[in-house]
């Protein structure tokens, strides 16, 4: 039989089928955490309504899933009418769920899904799936979770672990420590390349006493190293900081280095 028409052989069978998976296999989105301090999650969430924006800004379809009461939504002047709780239980279709912000832009409001039935061991793989299935179309998914449900987190770092996590410190006195007892939760469950702080309510001068604070508990407990600080106010600063997280999770390849802290001017 000539070579040309000789059947391919198991290996060369195997490549193609893992090539044809990887084509019509969906990409992961670009998951980007948001852990808020116990007294930061009712805050005025104007300042997500800029972090949103500035994804989809840099291009990517992007869906904000508010697990932290943050009323996102609201923030958008939009009703939200659901939770992913509604659709875990049957009570709306999935895409009900979601709402529609604008273009590329959606809102899952889900904190009650990730509060709700608190004794049923299945709950977090629950809250991870339907997050998982509503994000399938999305390029860059921001997880504003709470601080004190930062293990939901294992769920979502995949082989190559979550390249940016930000995180927004309490405003109360001993809010560093605070702080850096998050980080060490989140480095517990999940590979995270940088942790990027944004404050709440700060002068300059309060901001510098933070950063100092932190970047000494870090480098001495964690291993990490912080630059300078940011506000959450400052909405220059966050839509650098998404064009920085955006620019990093497009980068194809290139080895990871020790985990850094890094806060936002």
């Given at each position: ?159 190559t672990g979550i390249a940016d996590a930000i995180v927004v410190p309490g405003s109360e006195s001993g809010s560093d420590r605070g702080a850096i007892e998050t980080m060490r939760r989140l480095l517990s469950m999940a590979d995270i390349d940088a942790f990027r702080l944004l404050f709440q309510g700060t ?63």
């Open positions: 039989m000539p070579a040309q028409t000789r059947k391919k052989s198991a290996p060369a069978r195997q490549d193609q089928a893992a090539g044809l998976r990887r084509l019509f296999t969906p990409a992961e989105p670009h998951w980007l955490p948001v852990l808020l301090a116990p007294d930061q999650e009712r805050l005025d969430a104007q300042w997500l309504v800029e972090l949103a924006s500035a994804c989809v800004e840099q291009g990517g379809r992007t869906l904000v899933v508010d697990a932290a009461r943050a009323q996102v939504a609201a923030a958008f002047g939009l009703r939200a009418r659901y939770d992913l709780a509604h659709a875990l239980h049957g009570d709306c279709a999935p895409l009900q769920a979601c709402v529609a912000a604008g273009v590329n832009l959606k809102i899952l409001p889900a904190a009650r899904a990730l509060e709700q039935d608190g004794r049923a061991p299945d709950r977090i793989r629950r809250f991870e799936a339907g997050v998982r299935a509503l994000a399938a179309t999305a390029d860059c998914a921001v997880l504003v979770l709470p601080a004190r449900h930062a293990r939901v987190l294992t769920g979502f770092c995949g082989a002068d300059p001068d309060r901001a510098g006493r933070l950063l100092s604070s932190l970047a000494a508990g870090g480098a001495r407990e964690l291993s990490a190293r912080a630059s300078d600080a940011g506000s959450l106010h400052d909405v220059s600063a966050i839509r650098r900081l998404v064009r920085e997280v955006r620019c990093r999770s497009m980068r194809a390849g290139g080895e990871r280095g020790g985990t850094a802290v890094e806060t936002v001017s």
